[in-house]
């Protein structure tokens, strides 16, 4: 194939940024200088690429204008919600356009009755969060990047989160999907009911599919009753079995009490306790850490409730040590702990971040072999592990001080070649992306891979949307 003259290439981009000036407007189109940096990159380790023009819509109809003039091109587009991503499935590519929903944002509509909520799609969770509290419900969809993730980015990616034990990925939490397809075409399928089986649900093609079947530009979220009260305890216990126990004993003792289960390894705990402004209340020394909150509908009752079932674990033998919430800001404290992993950039220095699934009881196992091996192939290497233990998600912070570049592919071969052993998965909240594509063959079959690129040509034959992420 004959590649294009530059000259060509640039009569080809100028004609391109025109025909959409003229269709969304010149505020919508941003080129040269007025084009942000900050959507050159999402938060993976991958860098910047300039897009030949960010494009930000305010409405639905914009966006698929905005589709079918690309695709008349023949010009990529990479969907855009908050860039907090950590595979690249939003960095840009070089060639393309880069579509930011940042400026679709706002609730539409709450209807108390159906217990459901119509959003825009670039609104970031914590508005969301936050006007459903204002209502008297709940969105439990919770992450640390609250404030800057995008509610349409969570459904493109289906984001986990701390909650997951109790309330399900964000799917669980979608009733119905607005989405712009690769022609342009619009699916309006913005459904308030939980019971609807009028032929296949569509919504569940787009969401986790990261942007490469259609653009999400509303959702219908399903909102759920408000606790009355939330408790939380940090455990230290003396070895992994007893973390199973007390994964165990939570499930038995608290029921849909149980709201998270979070398992942080001592290397964590000992990093975090060093960062300035973070109190870790129980010490160093512990074979693990847990943080187990509980969300009930009466205080009187559920609180003490708690607090009893925690004394009888101590009593049982599974606990070394224990702390228990008093108040909303004890709470807060502790998950404080948990999320004190935001700030790893600052004191680790440069390194690898992983988001991997394991079944329960195969993870310490995992760990010490994923650190004797990275040890053996990376001396100096070092290893953080925290994650949603109760619903199977491993978090992994690894590299070796000092380099630059990390050594990412040794990490990577490392860290998913034992996933594969132990019959995890890749990927448990945070997709594929660009980082993870080369690794999706040690945990989905040909046959799975080979169905997934048939969904691609079928939606987008021309390689419109987001093309090279996932498959």
Request: charged share 20%.
């Amino acid at each position: 194939m004959t590649a294009m003259p530059d000259a060509s290439r640039s009569e080809a981009a100028t004609a391109l940024v025109a025909a959409l000036v003229a269709a969304l407007g010149d505020k919508a189109v941003l080129t040269g200088a007025e084009r942000p940096a900050r959507n050159d990159a999402d938060w993976s380790t991958l860098g910047p690429q300039a897009p030949l023009a960010v494009l930000r819509p305010t409405t639905t109809e914009a966006v698929a204008a905005a589709m079918r003039i690309c695709a008349a091109h023949g010009v990529p587009v990479v969907p855009q919600g908050g860039l907090t991503g950590l595979c690249g499935g939003a960095r840009p590519l070089a060639g393309s356009v880069a579509l930011s929903l940042e400026r679709m944002t706002g609730i539409e509509a709450i209807d108390p009755a159906s217990a459901s909520m119509t959003v825009r799609a670039g609104t970031p969770l914590q508005v969301v969060q936050e006007a459903a509290d204002a209502a008297g419900f709940l969105i439990p969809l919770d992450l640390g990047a609250r404030g800057s993730c995008a509610i349409g980015g969570n459904a493109s990616t289906n984001a986990g989160g701390n909650r997951v034990i109790r309330y399900g990925m964000t799917r669980e939490m979608i009733l119905g999907l607005e989405v712009v397809l690769a022609d342009g075409s619009v699916i309006t399928g913005l459904n308030r009911m939980i019971k609807n089986n009028a032929g296949y649900d569509l919504k569940h093609l787009f969401i986790g599919s990261e942007g490469t079947l259609g653009i999400i530009t509303r959702l219908v979220l399903r909102l759920f009753p408000k606790p009355a009260c939330t408790v939380a305890a940090l455990c230290a216990l003396p070895d992994y079995a007893s973390v199973v126990g007390l994964l165990a004993a939570s499930r038995r003792g608290l029921g849909p009490m149980l709201s998270a289960f979070e398992v942080m390894w001592p290397d964590y705990w000992e990093t975090v306790g060093a960062m300035p402004g973070v109190r870790v209340p129980l010490p160093q020394g512990h074979a693990a850490y847990c943080l187990i909150e509980a969300q009930g509908t009466d205080e009187t009752f559920d609180a003490p409730r708690f607090e009893a079932w925690l004394e009888a674990q101590a009593e049982a033998g599974l606990l070394a040590d224990a702390v228990l919430s008093r108040s909303v800001a004890d709470v807060k404290a502790f998950w404080g702990v948990r999320d004190a992993c935001s700030e790893f950039p600052q004191v680790l220095g440069p390194h690898e971040s992983f988001d991997i699934g394991l079944p329960v009881a195969a993870m310490d196992d995992y760990v010490r072999a994923c650190k004797a091996a990275l040890a053996e192939r990376l001396p100096g290497a070092f290893a953080l592990f925290y994650g949603h233990i109760g619903d199977g998600n491993l978090h992994i912070v690894a590299g070796l001080k000092g380099a630059r570049p990390q050594p990412k592919d040794v990490i990577q071969e490392v860290i998913y070649g034992l996933v594969r052993e132990f019959g995890g998965t890749i990927s448990a909240e945070h997709g594929i992306g660009l980082t993870k594509k080369p690794w999706l063959g040690h945990v989905r079959s040909e046959a799975e891979i080979a169905l997934m690129r048939r969904l691609k040509a079928a939606l987008d034959p021309d390689g419109m949307l987001n093309p090279g992420k996932v498959v």
